[in-house]
């Protein structure tokens, strides 16, 4: 389990976070919701650690961790699939996914591994792309989210955090991320899925945690909630 | 997706090939068709254009303007420019004449003191454009007419070197291959390429990952012993296969399995096609970027020596004139993408060919060189377009 204890981040005269705690548990999918500038993206950053928290904890199974550094986090099994993708477009989907790791034999590469490895990553995931081997541009969206989250899964990690996957896609491509995500509870990871969408939100997530001008604001088991319960405590309405 | 894993990768269905044509990759394709063009065109113009005689100077042209051209692919891949290649193939031309004749060096120590110059001035560049930010349209500007200085600075009153004509330098490129060897090397270069795609194929099957059919595999090879089987039996009516050929062709090949095969290849590749990502996955990109400009002064230098030797001299204008629009010209032609992260050092063989023959079709029929320039200029902007419009075809 990962816990992220009272953290607090200031940006100049903007207090980003104000004592946010968030426990994430392996096989669960927890949702990260709020209205623009809640702090969701800056306690992702502490996560992934792109910012350092000006005060706070994360400890992993209980004991206290230094996430300084975005090398640290993938070091303690915390992977982080950005908003804008960082694939190279002009690679194709195997050399994406092993980009700056690539397996080599006296300094060549490792062709034929690295596609066996990438066809089985992508089969139990159950992502469909017909061909490996062209360019990732000639791709769908879903498809891409698809490789950048694959990617995210090579180096094992124990949390995986999903910044807005599903932002830029359309009805078919959203379902067959969401499908990928609940195949990622499957195998036992911790999800962290930062999204607007709360349809999408309450299609996977086990629970969700509100985040609202950078203070907890509520958290509720999808199951039990009602959208109105959460877009309350989004809004700071009294619910 | 098990049933994915059953299909074969189909080379070329009509669909498959439009969906490409589509995304931009038009492949080498535009380039054939132009050379068919220009060898139609210029045949029936002048009866002596296809001519072994005139076929076989054409090989001799191409390669000292195509190294440099290799050069500039390896800065076009990340998306950045070298406008000093021409400056730096004449300056480090002049070195090694200089240290080889007026200072009596032996050739070979001459050439490779001129390689390590044109390694530094990469090297220079490169840190510029790394370490002082600036961009590498400016830095290699400024080397362009930096270096073309340093050239007249060294070369001074006298402002020509001649080579001695049996001085090893010469003989590179009046070294003809005897027909033995040129058949040879056909077969040899036919057996490597057809065994290594069989093992290829072989290791695939064991790892039960999908191929090409058997017979595309044959095409394959079997176009290349085409190519391959005309070209010496055009080259080897004249004089025979030049050396000089033999060096850049190998040049282009080892660059080619360099690019593809190995880690610093790829990152080449992530690196034009987005920094950012490349960043993230853990690439030194600063690295990448001061190896590919010292690849390309590097091999521009060579460039310089190969085109001195074919002069058997160096002089002022030594490097200067259209020799680097041609070597930018030729890798764009050839289907490198001045945008980045796509191309191929093939590009340099085909632009190059391109270019050197209508270069030489155009002074077969005494065409005035400032219509050259024009057609030139043409040409390049056809590629550049062509280019442009399939990057916006590709992410779409
Ligand atoms: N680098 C920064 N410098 C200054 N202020 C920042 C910086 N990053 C974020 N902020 C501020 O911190 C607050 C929280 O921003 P954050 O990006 O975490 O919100 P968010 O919940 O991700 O919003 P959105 O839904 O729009 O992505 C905002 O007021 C924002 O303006
Ligand atoms: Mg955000």
Redesign the interface.
Known sequence: MISVTDVSKRYGAVQALQGVSLDLRPGEVVALVGDNGAGKSTLVKVIAGVVAADSGAIAIDGERVRVGS?HDAQRLGISTVYQ????????DVV?NLF????P?RW???R???M??AT?DL??SL???I??I???V??LSGGQRQSVAIARALLGEPRLVILDEPTAALGVEQTAQVLDLVRRLRERGLAVLLISHNLADVRAVSDRVVVLRLGRNAGEFRTAEATQESIVAAITGAAA | MTQAAAITREPYTPKGALDRLRHGDLGAWPVVGGLVAIAVVFGTLNEHFLSPENLTNLALQMAATGTISLGIIMVLLLGEIDLSAGSVSGLCAVVMAILSVRQGWNPLVAIVVALVAGALIGLLHGLMFTRLRMPSFVVTLAGLIGWQGLLLYLLGQGGIVNLPFDGFVAKLSDTWLTPLAAWLLTLVLVAVFAASNLVTRRMRLAADLPVAPTWWLGVKVAGLAVVLVAAVAVMSADRGVPLLLVIFGTLVVVFDLVLRHTAFGRWMYAVGGNVEAARRAGIDVRRIRVLAFVLSSTLAAFGGILSASRLAAVNQGSGGSDILLMAIAAAVIGGTSLFGGRGRTYAALLGILVIQSITNGMFLLSVDSSVRYMVTAAVLALAVAIDSLSRRGGTA
């Not at chain 1, 804008?84 to 690679?91: G, H, M, Q, S, V």
């Not at chain 1, 980009?99 to 690539?102: I, Q």
């Open positions: 975005p804008d993708l960082a694939l190279c477009e002009n690679l050399a980009l700056g790791s690539e080599r300094s060549l590469l062709h034929i591994r596609e066996r066809r992508l089969t159950d992502v469909r017909k061909d081997r062209v360019p541009a000639m």
